[in-house]
């Protein structure tokens, strides 16, 4: 089976930097999207920012994201990161890692696309 564990969340200040992970682990494919989604209270779940394994091409969702936030990966330890910086109160909400068979184009930041999940990792900016 596969599984998805995130870690690193927290709460910080604006202009602060969290650092999360995912370790997967069970998966059956060699090639893949991995990525992060996030939902804020009230609102729909969202796409980060996502990466095709073994790692050649890398999706941000939003401009805002791509220009604080960076995905990657150490394909040794089956982890995946997101390094966030320059938080704002905006970027709270629930993080959550997320993989599928390979995912492009427009169906890339779509949640529906992704079969595994994990738990979640909480985010909270103030």
């Known amino acids: 089976d596969v599984q998805l564990v995130e870690s690193g969340g927290g709460s910080v200040q604006a202009g602060g930097s969290l650092r999360l992970s995912c370790a997967a682990s069970?998966?059956?494919?060699?090639?893949?999207?991995m990525g992060w989604f996030r939902q804020a209270p009230g609102k729909e779940r969202e796409g980060v920012a996502m990466?095709?394994?073994?790692?050649?091409?890398?999706?941000y969702c939003s401009i805002s994201v791509r220009d604080r936030f960076t995905i990657s990966q150490d394909s040794t330890k089956n982890t995946l990161y997101l390094q966030m910086n320059g938080l704002e109160p905006e970027d709270t909400g629930m993080y959550y890692c997320?993989?599928?068979?390979?995912?492009?184009?427009?169906?890339?930041?779509?949640?529906?696309?992704?079969?595994?999940w994990g738990q979640g990792t909480q985010v909270t900016v103030s």
């Open positions: 997320a993989t599928a068979r390979p995912v492009f184009g427009l169906l890339v930041c779509r949640d529906e696309s992704y079969a595994y």
């Open positions: 069970g998966y059956p494919y060699n090639w893949y999207t």
């Open positions: 990466v095709y394994m073994p790692g050649v091409d890398k999706t």
